[in-house]
Each structure stands twice: as C-alpha cells, then as structure tokens.
C-alpha cells in the first residue's frame, strides 16, 4: 500500500538564529520543524514531505493527502484583530501568511488536517476565533516535555473522544490559548480550568490539540498521527 504524503509546515530562521553557525552562513535562510513530528507521521504509516514557505500553498495541496501545522511561535495578533500585547513574541508573518493560505487551500479541497500546540491556535484564527496572549500557568518548561503533567476531559462520541476515551494524560507547553472559538469548530477536550484543549471542525476532516504528542514517550503510538494518516489514505482510495 502506497503511504499517504503528509505535508509539514515550519518555521524559517537564518544562520544568525541558530547556535553554531559559520560566519558565512549567518544571512542565510532556513526552514524547520522538530524531527518528532516526521517520526510521528512515518511510525503510523504516512510519508512525511516538508512545505517550505515560498511555494504557493495550492500547489502542494494538489499533492499532498493531508497536512500537520505543526507548533511554534504565536499567531500575531493583529490576525484576529487584537493589539500585541507586551508578553508577544517576535512577527513570524511570513509563516502566517502562509500557514492561513494552506488552510485555505485545504478546506477547499476537504484535504485532512491535523493542528498541533500553534496549529490549533492558527485553526481557530483562520475560522474567525481569537485567542488569550498571555497564559503562562501553562507553558510548563520547568518539567520534562516527554511526560504527561495533567489530564484533559474528551467529549464522549467526538473524533478525539474515539481516538483517546474520555480523559487523556497530556504534556502542556503553549502561552496562548483560544478565547472566541472560531465558525464551525467544536471545543472537544479541555483542563479542568476551562482552557480548551481539542477542537474539530463539524463538517470538515480537521482535528487540533493544544498539547505535544509528538514530544511525549508515546508519539510513536499516538492515536491522533494514525488518525490524520486513516484520514489521508481513505482519502487517496477515494480518488483511486
């Protein structure tokens, strides 16, 4: 059986960026992710391609058979209408831009997509929701990322629910969180201090968490890269 390609979006840095950079390489750009998300994608049975930034979206789309946006720095606020606030970091509007044109092109082509930590926060943005800037009780870098710190309650009989039951021990690493949800977007896990935690769309194969899998010990397993791969590949059966 053929494995669904499965596209990542990332984040682009140059060499001054990163540690260890020769001085010659210093101006130069590049595009990553963490290596967990491609593991998660190929330990459940997808092909994992990379999207970098100067490609029009709908172009990939055309290809791909499903699409991770995976995590990373916060959607600048002005994309929801809101002024930064202070604790905002650095405009990675480059990545907006394109993330927001990819989910575009997605829904058009009811193309699975799956958000991680920032890909929930850029979901619920695209679908007209907002999001609380600042909440640091839940940036939990005093800890170990590759274990669970709190549970999540699941909503009985959705996507996530069918994937996890309804409580689920997950690892927490965002600042930011959804406040307006967004148009058609159901909030389907959450903390026991309302923070939403899951959403997914009501008609569309889109399904987001707010915490890490691909970091924690059980990503290789995780339910959710099975989930976009299942999606992806009745997906490519469908056209065949």
Not at 109 to 127: D, K, M
């Amino acid at each position: 059986m053929t494995r669904p390609l499965i596209g990542l979006t990332g984040r682009r840095k140059t060499g001054h960026q990163l540690i260890g950079q020769p001085e010659a390489l210093l101006d130069l750009e590049g595009d990553w992710y963490y290596t967990n998300y491609a593991r998660g994608v190929l330990a459940a049975g997808g092909l994992p391609v990379h999207l970098p930034l100067d490609v029009d979206p709908a172009l990939f789309v055309e290809r791909l058979d499903g699409i991770v946006i995976t995590g990373g720095a916060d959607v600048w606020p002005e994309r929801y209408g809101a002024t930064p606030a202070p604790t905002a970091e650095p405009a990675e509007t480059e990545r907006d831009d394109f993330e927001l044109a990819t989910l575009d092109a997605a829904n058009a082509a009811s193309l699975p997509v799956l958000g991680i930590c920032r890909g929930l926060q850029v979901i619920n943005v695209h679908a007209g929701g907002t999001l609380h800037q600042h909440v640091p009780a839940h940036a939990r870098y005093d800890v170990a990322i590759n274990g669970p710190i709190h549970d999540v309650a699941i909503s009985e009989g959705s996507a996530l629910g069918r994937l996890y039951g309804t409580s689920h021990q997950v690892n927490s690493l965002h600042h930011q969180t959804v406040d307006h949800l967004g148009n058609n977007l159901l909030v389907t896990a959450s903390h026991e201090d309302g923070t939403v935690e899951g959403i997914e769309h009501t008609t569309l194969p889109i399904l987001a968490v707010q915490w890490h899998p691909e970091m924690l010990d059980t990503c290789e397993g995780d339910p959710l890269f099975g989930w976009i791969v299942d999606q992806a590949s009745a997906g490519t059966a469908s056209a065949g």
